[in-house]
């Protein structure tokens, strides 16, 4: 079942904008669940964020999990400018307090040249950091209008973090996703969120098929 799985993954990545590049899963943690999660797009175009957040959200409401779209939850003032790493675990916080067992975190990032993607990917592979410095290092998007200009290739980040008390905002699972032909966006949306599903299934992380173990997020 696995390798039919993987198998899938494959072939829509052969027929789609978006593709695979790299996973990462916390050593740590065999089967990951969740019960309610923070769905983040971070990008300045506003209706690219609401189309990921909403479409997201579904693919959590199918499989009767609770979702949350950031643009519900923060106000357009909060991803307008800069915070500080106070103010993050002020929202961890609160988070915390209503239950969130898990943020999902998407950005889009680019790359000037392969080589310096290459460069990026082996700067990642040593990151497992909190949700509060992927997030501080990156907000810049949300609010400099000019931050995808250079760039012709775009690469995108999904990562989940776990905000469970006790275990201190770990990171669980990372994909990162090549997106080669953007200028579809409802399309390209579609692809990510279906490639993304996917690629947690085949690592039981949430989206994984039933009745393989115990949930680990609590």
Known sequence: MKKAFALLILVLAACSSAQLVDTWKNPDIVIFDAYKVLIVGMTPNEEAREKFETKMKRQFSK???EAVRSIDLFDVEFTNTARTEEE???VEQ???DRDFDAILFTKVMGSESKQSFRQRMADLDSYYGKFSDDYLTHQDIYFD???YDQYMIYHAETSLYCICVGKERELIWRG???ITDPIDMT???D???KLVVLAMGEQDVIFREEGLGESTSR
């Open 63 to 65: 499989r009767n999990i």
């Open 88 to 90: 993050l675990d002020e």
């Open 94 to 96: 609160v988070l915390l």
């Open 145 to 147: 209008d000019t931050y």
């Open 176 to 178: 990162v996703i090549d």
């Open 187 to 189: 399309k390209t949306i």
């Open 191 to 193: 692809d990510y969120i």
